[in-house]
């Protein structure tokens, strides 16, 4: 296993099945009377939050709280940084404090990378999410929760399905890391969006584009729609919110054109009437409010997988387990 | 389970060996050991609707199924096993690297019942009582019980089986490996000695 996770390119097909696997014998921690197990007793996990995002921020800390560590909510508003402190002496503070792992969420891509890099902690390095970057641990749940309704069974991946992912691109971690994590399961995904929000070098990416979503729906297994991110629609990337919710958005009619088998899937938070509309946001074939309850099984084995075990080993005695 | 204890069971899986030690139980040993296990349960608590059967993985877990089945058979009603992963509560857990989570299956509420917790190999007690552990934060049973296929001694915690099908007095520098037909194919007891492992290490 690896010792951070950084990049959802960074898990191999091995790695990745088996963080989904924990994760599915970890899931029923939450329907238990105690919710709770003893593993991380006496490990400190720093969530280190230099963006805002709490539904991010308490997923982790949900996990590490279920797995027993002590969790330090660190957030840069308020805190040193507003005064001009750097990442690295952030970093050196944490390490003086005995962080066992840092969940780091940055608004700068490559954060993670030269936090876990530089050697200024450490801990084992969580990206919670760079700039426009990465965000692997929601692409870990996202994989997850396809699995459960698509193939069903453990210790297979998503050979063959096939995977819109619709909107905004450009600035989506969610949609990179979606389309490294799903390719390395074997999954087809498919990008659809307006041409200006899709990156450049999305042709290098192991995906298929498209500017047309009706074209995409008839055999897709599951369609993730994007967050528009009006924060950072600060350029003309489309006329209008009427022409993008009408081009790009899901209502009632093109849900109906989906397989029946196909499952709707969001990131969050929503933009009801948006990219998605209240119906389809809450339909049978909606799955959005499960992924945030999978996000912390998920979050919870990304946890076990790194910090659980002897610290600097490499997976060496696989007859440990009996 | 100590360290030493998985790695001597994790010996059966992973080095086939055609002839590494002395064979102490067959497989028709095994049946009858289980078939008195079985009907020592059924006497000691007389009703069989207040049993939860959980199997400790891997071994266990095959072993519990059996017993479950023989308890069916005499009951004359389905008795099913359950599974319980004690892997998140190990004590050695930040000795090697994470290891992989087996599946832990409650086939019902075991609040007020009396749960029988039945493994392969009883050694050091630490499998026992990370179980205990587990079951705690499952609910409240009225009381627990351990079965084992194999009791080898040199306990390190106050533990100790209800129900054993063999004693097996062993040193330390020697293995005991449990083969069962469900992973192994074959129905055996051994015990090796230090000298005819191969290095499959403690």
Redesign the interface.
């Known amino acids: ?1 690896i010792k951070n996770l950084l990049s959802a390119g960074d898990l191999d097909r091995t790695d990745a099945i ?1 963080i989904l ?2 994760a599915e ?2 899931l ?1 921690v939450a329907s ?3 919710k ?4 991380l007793r006496g490990r400190t996990v720093v969530n280190l939050f230099f963006e805002d995002s709490t539904r991010t921020r308490i997923s982790f800390e949900a996990a590490a709280k279920r ?1 027993s560590a002590d969790v330090i909510n660190f957030s840069a508003k308020g805190s040193s940084v507003s005064k001009g402190e750097s990442l690295k002496d952030t970093a050196l503070t944490l390490q003086a404090m005995g962080a066992d792992a840092v969940i780091i969420r940055h608004h700068s891509s490559g954060a993670p990378h030269r936090l876990a890099q530089a050697r200024w902690t450490k801990g084992a390095v969580i990206n919670a999410g760079d700039g426009t970057h990465e965000h692997p641990t929601q692409a870990l749940l996202d994989a997850f929760t396809m699995r459960r309704h698509l193939v069903g069974s453990t210790g297979s991946d998503l050979a063959g399905k096939k995977i819109t992912i619709v909107g905004d691109v450009l600035h989506s971690r969610v949609a990179r890391s979606n389309a490294l994590l799903l390719h390395t399961l074997g999954a087809h995904v498919t990008l659809v969006a307006p041409p200006t929000l899709l990156p450049v070098g999305v042709d290098h990416w192991p995906v298929e584009t498209s500017y047309d979503l009706d074209a995409s729906l008839e055999d897709a297994d599951a369609v993730m729609m994007l967050r528009v991110q009006a924060e950072r629609m600060n350029a003309s990337y489309f006329p209008s919110a009427r022409e993008y919710s009408r081009r790009y958005g899901l209502d009632t009619a093109r849900l109906n054109r989906l397989p029946d088998h196909a499952i709707v899937m969001h990131p969050g938070p929503m933009n009801r009437g948006m990219e998605i509309t209240a119906d389809v946001a809450d339909h049978v074939r909606s799955v959005i409010v499960e992924q945030v309850t999978n996000g912390v099984a998920v979050r919870m084995a990304v946890l ?7 610290a600097g ?10 | ?1 100590s ?1 030493s ?3 001597e ?3 059966t ?2 080095h086939q060996a055609p002839d590494d030690g002395r064979t102490v139980l067959d497989q028709h040993d095994i049946s009858r050991a289980l078939t008195r296990i079985t009907h020592e349960i059924l006497e000691r608590n007389r009703d069989s609707a207040g049993l939860v059967l959980l199997g400790i ?3 266990g877990v095959h072993l519990a199924r059996r017993i479950a089945q023989r308890m069916s058979e005499v009951e004359q009603r389905t008795i099913t096993a359950g599974a319980l ?1 004690i892997t ?2 190990r004590d050695d ?12 299956e409650i086939p019902d509420d075991i609040d007020g019942k009396v749960v029988v917790l039945i493994d392969d190999v009883l050694f050091s007690g630490r499998t026992i009582r990370a179980a205990l ?1 587990a079951l705690t ?3 409240r049973p009225k009381a627990v019980q351990l079965a084992v296929l194999i009791d080898r001694g040199h306990r390190e915690l106050p533990i100790r089986a209800d129900f054993v099908g063999k004693n097996l007095p062993t040193s330390l520098v020697e293995k005991v490996k449990v083969r069962l037909t469900e992973s192994d194919e074959i129905d055996s007891v051994s015990i090796t000695g230090p000298a005819s492992t191969g290095g ?1 290490g403690a």
């Open positions: 296993m088996r696997d924990t014998e970890l029923g238990r009377p105690i709770k197990l003893p593993t797995l076990y997988l790194l910090l659980g075990g002897a080993e490499t997976e060496a005695s696989e007859e440990g387990l009996s | 389970m360290a204890d998985d790695a069971r994790a010996g899986a992973h993985p891997t071994r992963d998140m509560y857990l930040r000795l090697k690297p994470a290891r992989a989570l087996e599946h832990t552990d934060e499952l609910g499959a």
